[in-house]
Nanobody
């Protein structure tokens, strides 16, 4: 059974930084895509960043230059370094991983105060 376990959320002031981690486990699980989505109150879930096996990376425009996604393939772990955080980054952040099907983490709250 595949599990995604997130960590690293919390409360931070605007301009601060947080680092999210997501470890994927499961026998034989080797996702070709890992990444992060987020959902703010009253809004739809949106893609934040994805990293594909081989190195291709995509970011939503609103985080380009501030967030960095990285991946440790040996550990099946994906990271999201978030710098220069803004109040509009406040959301529940969900880890995402996909091989033949998609899997989601339970979500971790990120709150940025002004």
């Amino acid at each position: 059974q595949v599990q995604l376990v997130e960590s690293g959320g919390g409360l931070v002031q605007a301009g601060g930084s947080l680092r999210l981690s997501c470890a994927a486990s499961g026998s034989g699980f080797s996702p070709y895509v890992m990444g992060w989505h987020r959902q703010a109150p009253g809004k739809q879930r949106e893609l934040v960043a994805l990293i594909i096996t081989g190195g291709s990376i995509n970011y939503v425009d609103s985080v380009k230059g501030r967030f960095t996604i990285s991946r440790d393939n040996a550990k099946n772990t994906v990271y999201l370094q978030m710098n220069s955080l803004k109040p509009e980054d406040t959301a529940v952040y969900y880890c995402y991983a996909r091989d033949s099907i998609a899997y989601w983490g339970q979500g971790t709250q990120v709150t940025v105060s002004s």
